[in-house]
């Protein structure tokens, strides 16, 4: 089993350095800062200080190491979802971020995580994916996920016992988790 729903305890985590992150012209938020340049020290700092912390409380730390050619990989949660057999794999609206998806789908396999679903023509990134509960999924259709994203993720899932909720919104807020996220049961 992997993950089971989205408020329960949290044993192990992938993260990726922000090595090279650096504001591209991807959304409304990112366009903001283009141009400013990110103390890349104070993040160096700040994603330690975070891992340290998942190792305190005795979580595992998963690491993809930082590349250049994937500067936005500090976004770890958005390569696709974790549920309780294994993981669904998305694909990425934005060409930017499309070298992630080969890099995570080794990382995944070298973990023994199985993957179930691949979203090969609709667009998912897992910023859209929230456990309602142990059988319910919310997946977000705003700016980066969409309805074929959504259809080919419910027929892998849907036969797996998940009853899969589309939630349409303004793409302004990029992903669902920016809107609302679930703190506990």
């Known amino acids: ?14 993260m990726s350095p922000p090595s090279f992150l650096e504001a591209r012209p991807i959304n409304e938020i990112a366009s903001r800062y283009v141009g400013i340049p990110f103390n890349k020290a104070v993040m160096q700092h700040e994603y330690e200080e975070l891992r340290a912390v998942y190792e305190g ?12 050619e994937r500067p936005n990989c500090v976004f770890a949660r958005d390569f696709g979802a974790c549920i309780r057999e294994g993981y669904i794999l998305g694909r ?7 070298k992630e998806t080969l890099d995570y789908q080794k990382k995944m396999k070298a973990l023994g995580i199985p993957l179930i679903c691949q979203v090969k023509t609709g667009h998912f990134e ?37 009853h899969v909720i589309p939630v349409p919104a303004d793409p302004v807020y990029l992903h669902a988790d920016l809107l609302f996220n679930v703190v506990d049961e």
């Open 1 to 14: 089993m992997f993950v089971r729903n989205g408020a329960g305890r949290l044993t192990r985590v992938l």
């Open 57 to 68: 409380l005795g979580i595992d730390v998963e690491e993809l190491p930082a590349d250049p």
């Open 126 to 162: 897992g910023g859209d994916f929230i456990f309602l509960d142990e059988h319910t999924l919310a997946i977000g259709m705003v700016a980066r996920s969409d309805a074929a994203g959504v259809r080919e993720i419910r027929s892998a899932v849907e036969p797996l016992g998940y």
């Open 92 to 98: 990425y609206a934005v060409p930017i971020r499309e």
